[in-house]
């Protein structure tokens, strides 16, 4: 039996989709400069209205940690996410997706960071994923917090 369907790929289309997705680098100047590392601390895609935010951590603008413990340290990411969520016309409520990396077995740490992820995110109950690593952004670096957004 013959077919009569043909498969045509439209070059033009693909060519207009990849240069009418625009890029907005989005570096509040509460928070330390990315600059040096190559970062922004997040990236708004224009064209979709997705808001990609780098990973938070405890640090003040010399990139200095000002908490020790896991606690004190997912406390202060998460006021930086937030920080970031507004500069990008974003918010909590808007949270997609949640990545939470903790320094050592994340198992161990649960007991105190679910209360901290409960109280934040609130109603909003975005994708949540914690990983337990050997190593982050600086060896006092305990807890780093990274998320996609809408905006608002």
């Known amino acids: ?3 009569n369907l043909s498969c045509e790929f439209d070059y033009n289309a693909l060519f207009y989709t990849i240069n009418t997705m625009r890029k ?5 100047p509460q928070l330390y400069d990315g600059r040096p590392h190559g970062l922004s601390h997040a990236v708004v895609d224009t064209a979709s209205g997705t808001v990609y935010i780098s990973g938070q951590v405890d640090w003040d603008m010399n990139y200095q940690v000002s908490s020790h413990t896991v606690e004190g340290q997912l406390r202060s990411a998460l006021t930086n ?4 969520l507004d500069a ?17 077995e994340l198992g161990e740490r649960m007991e105190a960071i679910a209360p901290i992820l409960a109280q934040f995110l609130a109603e909003s109950r975005p994708a949540v994923t914690g990983i337990g690593v050997a190593s982050l952004a600086s060896p006092e670096t305990l807890v780093e917090v990274e998320a996609t957004a809408a905006l608002k």
Request: aromatic content about 4%; glycine content about 6%.
């Open 24 to 28: 907005q680098l989005i570096n509040p």
């Open 88 to 104: 990008a016309g974003s918010s909590v409520e808007n949270l997609l997706h949640l990545r939470i990396y903790v320094r050592g």
């Open 81 to 84: 996410l937030t920080i970031v």
């Open 1 to 3: 039996m013959a077919s």
